[in-house]
């Protein structure tokens, strides 16, 4: 099973928010969540149950703004693989000529939703604990 996927991108003026020439938020993190998405597709091609999942829940963190023209590397990572939900990882890295500085980092949770059509909509979960999360719903 392939559990990792990287990818990359630049931070382009419509990325930029009212704090030019800063990255809007939520551009990065956007990015950051397409490439936990890949990383969940790789490893749910060699799934006999499942076929989909979707992000259940969010975890980020900022550590470095990120400006126009900045080469953003993403290093998504699956580190838990459950029968009925998958934890991400993405670490977020600004290249510079021989070296890289990391910008932010971020946790999904998917749940996997079945592709039965009478099911489609409903969710099955595992529960909180096997993740470490507490339910705050």
């Not at 009212?18 to 936990?36: E, L, N, R, V």
């Not at 006999?48 to 999942?53: G, I, R």
């Not at 890289?100 to 604990?129: C, G, Q, R």
């Amino acid at each position: 099973m392939k559990r990792e996927y990287t990818t990359s991108f630049t931070v382009y003026p419509e990325d930029a928010n009212c704090m030019t020439p800063m990255i809007f938020g939520g551009a990065f993190f956007s990015h950051m969540d397409k490439a936990a998405a890949a990383a969940v597709r790789r490893a749910l091609y060699s799934s006999k149950t499942c076929e989909t999942a979707v992000t259940f829940k969010f975890n980020g963190t900022f550590h470095k703004p990120c400006y126009i023209g900045d080469f953003i590397i993403l290093e998504a990572k699956v580190i838990s693989f459950g029968h009925k939900s998958i934890v991400v990882t993405v670490e977020a890295y600004r290249e510079w000529a021989d070296s890289k500085e990391k910008v932010a980092e971020s946790e999904y949770v998917f749940i996997t939703i079945k592709n039965d059509e009478d099911v489609v909509n409903k969710p099955h979960t595992l529960p909180y604990a096997n993740h470490g999360l507490k339910n705050d719903s």
